[in-house]
T-cell receptor, first 113, second 111 residues
Framework: DTGVSQNPRHKITKRGQNVTFRCDPISEHNRLYWYRQTLGQGPEFLTYFQNEAQLEKSRLLSDRFSAERPKGSFSTLEIQRTEQGDSAMYLC???????????FGPGTRLTVT | DAKTTQPNSMESNEEEPVHLPCNHSTISGTDYIHWYRQLPSQGPEYVIHGLTSNVNNRMASLAIAEDRKSSTLILHRATLRDAAVYYCILVRGGSQGNLIFGKGTKLSVKP
Protein backbone atom coordinates (compact mmCIF):
# COMPACT_ATOMS: atom_id res chain seq x y z
CA ASP A 1 0.00 0.00 0.00
CA THR A 2 1.60 3.21 -1.16
CA GLY A 3 -0.63 5.76 0.51
CA VAL A 4 -3.74 7.79 -0.23
CA SER A 5 -4.50 8.13 -3.91
CA GLN A 6 -6.73 10.65 -5.64
CA ASN A 7 -8.11 10.73 -9.15
CA PRO A 8 -8.01 12.62 -11.34
CA ARG A 9 -4.97 14.70 -10.44
CA HIS A 10 -6.16 17.59 -12.60
CA LYS A 11 -9.60 18.55 -13.88
CA ILE A 12 -10.54 21.46 -16.10
CA THR A 13 -14.24 22.05 -16.52
CA LYS A 14 -16.57 24.73 -17.75
CA ARG A 15 -18.75 26.66 -15.37
CA GLY A 16 -22.03 24.90 -14.80
CA GLN A 17 -20.73 21.38 -15.36
CA ASN A 18 -20.69 18.67 -12.72
CA VAL A 19 -17.45 17.05 -11.58
CA THR A 20 -16.65 14.05 -9.40
CA PHE A 21 -13.40 13.25 -7.64
CA ARG A 22 -12.35 9.95 -6.12
CA CYS A 23 -10.22 9.23 -3.06
CA ASP A 24 -8.80 5.83 -2.14
CA PRO A 25 -7.58 5.90 1.46
CA ILE A 26 -4.97 3.70 3.04
CA SER A 27 -6.41 0.22 3.63
CA GLU A 28 -8.20 -0.22 6.94
CA HIS A 29 -8.16 3.48 7.74
CA ASN A 30 -11.59 4.11 9.21
CA ARG A 31 -11.49 7.89 9.05
CA LEU A 32 -11.57 9.86 5.82
CA TYR A 33 -11.47 13.64 5.43
CA TRP A 34 -11.91 16.05 2.55
CA TYR A 35 -10.27 19.47 2.50
CA ARG A 36 -10.10 22.31 -0.02
CA GLN A 37 -7.08 24.53 -0.53
CA THR A 38 -6.90 27.76 -2.51
CA LEU A 39 -3.68 29.47 -3.53
CA GLY A 40 -1.69 30.87 -0.63
CA GLN A 41 -4.02 29.49 2.02
CA GLY A 42 -3.91 26.47 4.28
CA PRO A 43 -6.33 23.63 3.61
CA GLU A 44 -9.93 24.09 4.82
CA PHE A 45 -11.92 21.20 6.24
CA LEU A 46 -14.96 20.15 4.19
CA THR A 47 -16.28 16.86 5.55
CA TYR A 48 -15.43 13.75 7.57
CA PHE A 49 -16.39 10.09 7.39
CA GLN A 50 -15.97 7.36 9.93
CA ASN A 51 -16.39 4.16 7.95
CA GLU A 52 -19.41 4.84 5.70
CA ALA A 53 -21.03 7.40 7.99
CA GLN A 54 -20.61 11.09 7.17
CA LEU A 55 -20.31 12.55 10.66
CA GLU A 56 -19.47 16.18 10.05
CA LYS A 57 -19.86 18.72 7.27
CA SER A 58 -18.38 22.20 7.19
CA ARG A 59 -20.52 25.21 6.43
CA LEU A 60 -18.22 25.60 3.43
CA LEU A 61 -19.93 22.55 1.91
CA SER A 62 -22.81 24.17 0.05
CA ASP A 63 -25.77 22.26 -1.34
CA ARG A 64 -23.88 21.85 -4.61
CA PHE A 65 -21.33 19.64 -2.89
CA SER A 66 -21.97 16.04 -1.91
CA ALA A 67 -19.64 13.38 -0.62
CA GLU A 68 -20.13 9.66 -0.22
CA ARG A 69 -18.23 6.69 1.12
CA PRO A 70 -20.64 3.89 0.31
CA LYS A 71 -18.73 0.84 1.55
CA GLY A 72 -16.45 2.52 4.00
CA SER A 73 -13.52 2.31 1.62
CA PHE A 74 -13.12 4.80 -1.25
CA SER A 75 -14.93 8.13 -1.23
CA THR A 76 -16.26 10.46 -3.91
CA LEU A 77 -16.76 14.21 -3.81
CA GLU A 78 -19.17 15.64 -6.36
CA ILE A 79 -19.62 19.30 -7.20
CA GLN A 80 -22.72 20.18 -9.17
CA ARG A 81 -23.09 23.30 -11.32
CA THR A 82 -19.49 24.32 -10.81
CA GLU A 83 -18.63 27.99 -10.31
CA GLN A 84 -15.32 29.76 -10.83
CA GLY A 85 -14.97 30.08 -7.08
CA ASP A 86 -14.80 26.29 -6.84
CA SER A 87 -11.35 26.36 -8.48
CA ALA A 88 -9.02 24.93 -5.86
CA MET A 89 -7.00 21.89 -4.82
CA TYR A 90 -9.21 19.22 -3.26
CA LEU A 91 -7.33 17.10 -0.75
CA CYS A 92 -8.30 13.81 0.82
CA UNK A 93 -6.78 12.37 3.97
CA UNK A 94 -7.26 9.21 5.99
CA UNK A 95 -6.34 8.05 9.45
CA UNK A 96 -6.83 4.93 11.55
CA UNK A 97 -9.13 4.87 14.57
CA UNK A 98 -7.23 5.88 17.69
CA UNK A 99 -4.77 8.09 15.85
CA UNK A 100 -5.00 11.76 14.93
CA UNK A 101 -2.22 11.44 12.39
CA UNK A 102 -3.68 12.10 8.97
CA UNK A 103 -2.18 10.86 5.72
CA PHE A 104 -2.90 13.12 2.80
CA GLY A 105 -3.21 12.32 -0.87
CA PRO A 106 -1.64 14.43 -3.61
CA GLY A 107 -4.89 16.26 -4.29
CA THR A 108 -7.07 16.97 -7.31
CA ARG A 109 -6.60 20.40 -8.82
CA LEU A 110 -9.87 21.75 -10.22
CA THR A 111 -9.95 24.65 -12.65
CA VAL A 112 -13.35 26.06 -13.59
CA THR A 113 -13.29 28.22 -16.71
CA ASP B 1 -11.20 25.99 18.35
CA ALA B 2 -8.07 27.51 19.84
CA LYS B 3 -6.00 29.52 17.39
CA THR B 4 -2.29 29.37 16.62
CA THR B 5 0.01 32.16 15.48
CA GLN B 6 3.10 31.55 13.37
CA PRO B 7 5.51 33.82 11.50
CA ASN B 8 4.68 34.08 7.81
CA SER B 9 8.14 33.08 6.66
CA MET B 10 11.59 32.06 7.86
CA GLU B 11 14.93 31.44 6.22
CA SER B 12 17.60 28.94 7.09
CA ASN B 13 20.94 27.80 5.78
CA GLU B 14 21.41 24.22 4.74
CA GLU B 15 22.74 21.88 7.45
CA GLU B 16 21.94 24.36 10.22
CA PRO B 17 19.24 23.85 12.87
CA VAL B 18 15.89 25.55 12.40
CA HIS B 19 13.52 26.57 15.17
CA LEU B 20 9.96 27.22 14.02
CA PRO B 21 7.84 28.94 16.70
CA CYS B 22 4.11 28.70 17.32
CA ASN B 23 2.00 30.61 19.83
CA HIS B 24 -1.22 29.12 21.14
CA SER B 25 -2.09 31.17 24.20
CA THR B 26 -5.72 29.98 24.33
CA ILE B 27 -4.85 26.27 24.28
CA SER B 28 -7.06 24.07 26.45
CA GLY B 29 -5.92 21.19 28.61
CA THR B 30 -7.04 18.53 26.14
CA ASP B 31 -5.56 20.13 23.01
CA TYR B 32 -2.75 18.25 21.31
CA ILE B 33 -0.16 20.28 19.39
CA HIS B 34 0.34 18.89 15.89
CA TRP B 35 2.75 19.93 13.17
CA TYR B 36 2.28 19.21 9.49
CA ARG B 37 4.31 20.41 6.54
CA GLN B 38 3.43 20.83 2.90
CA LEU B 39 6.09 20.58 0.25
CA PRO B 40 5.45 22.36 -3.04
CA SER B 41 2.76 20.67 -5.15
CA GLN B 42 2.08 17.98 -2.53
CA GLY B 43 -0.51 17.28 0.14
CA PRO B 44 0.36 18.05 3.76
CA GLU B 45 2.54 15.57 5.62
CA TYR B 46 2.38 14.78 9.34
CA VAL B 47 5.56 15.74 11.17
CA ILE B 48 5.06 15.34 14.92
CA HIS B 49 2.65 15.93 17.78
CA GLY B 50 2.69 16.26 21.55
CA LEU B 51 0.60 17.12 24.57
CA THR B 52 2.85 18.28 27.39
CA SER B 53 6.28 16.69 27.15
CA ASN B 54 8.88 17.32 24.49
CA VAL B 55 8.83 14.77 21.68
CA ASN B 56 11.41 13.47 19.24
CA ASN B 57 11.04 11.44 16.07
CA ARG B 58 13.12 10.81 12.98
CA MET B 59 11.91 13.98 11.30
CA ALA B 60 12.02 16.58 14.05
CA SER B 61 11.73 17.49 17.72
CA LEU B 62 8.87 19.32 19.39
CA ALA B 63 9.61 21.51 22.39
CA ILE B 64 6.53 22.52 24.39
CA ALA B 65 6.63 25.39 26.86
CA GLU B 66 5.82 24.55 30.45
CA ASP B 67 2.61 26.62 30.35
CA ARG B 68 1.81 25.09 26.92
CA LYS B 69 1.10 28.52 25.45
CA SER B 70 3.81 28.11 22.87
CA SER B 71 5.82 25.41 21.15
CA THR B 72 8.77 25.12 18.81
CA LEU B 73 9.38 22.66 16.00
CA ILE B 74 13.07 21.91 15.68
CA LEU B 75 14.68 20.60 12.52
CA HIS B 76 18.15 19.59 13.63
CA ARG B 77 19.90 19.92 10.27
CA ALA B 78 17.91 21.61 7.54
CA THR B 79 18.19 20.22 4.04
CA LEU B 80 16.92 21.67 0.79
CA ARG B 81 14.11 19.09 0.94
CA ASP B 82 12.85 20.69 4.15
CA ALA B 83 11.75 23.81 2.26
CA ALA B 84 7.99 23.77 2.81
CA VAL B 85 5.09 25.45 4.58
CA TYR B 86 4.94 24.30 8.20
CA TYR B 87 1.59 24.31 10.00
CA CYS B 88 1.08 24.27 13.76
CA ILE B 89 -2.41 22.93 14.57
CA LEU B 90 -4.27 22.23 17.81
CA VAL B 91 -6.37 19.07 17.88
CA ARG B 92 -8.78 18.56 20.76
CA GLY B 93 -8.52 15.19 22.42
CA GLY B 94 -11.64 13.13 21.81
CA SER B 95 -12.59 15.16 18.75
CA GLN B 96 -13.11 13.79 15.27
CA GLY B 97 -9.71 15.10 14.39
CA ASN B 98 -10.47 17.45 11.51
CA LEU B 99 -7.56 19.85 11.19
CA ILE B 100 -7.93 23.64 11.26
CA PHE B 101 -5.02 24.96 9.21
CA GLY B 102 -3.77 28.54 9.41
CA LYS B 103 -1.43 30.04 6.84
CA GLY B 104 1.64 28.41 8.39
CA THR B 105 5.28 29.39 8.11
CA LYS B 106 6.98 29.20 4.75
CA LEU B 107 10.51 27.92 5.34
CA SER B 108 13.17 28.66 2.75
CA VAL B 109 16.48 26.78 2.92
CA LYS B 110 19.54 28.31 1.31
CA PRO B 111 22.39 26.13 0.06
Amino acid sequence: DTGVSQNPRHKITKRGQNVTFRCDPISEHNRLYWYRQTLGQGPEFLTYFQNEAQLEKSRLLSDRFSAERPKGSFSTLEIQRTEQGDSAMYLCASSPIGSYEQYFGPGTRLTVT
Amino acid sequence: DAKTTQPNSMESNEEEPVHLPCNHSTISGTDYIHWYRQLPSQGPEYVIHGLTSNVNNRMASLAIAEDRKSSTLILHRATLRDAAVYYCILVRGGSQGNLIFGKGTKLSVKP
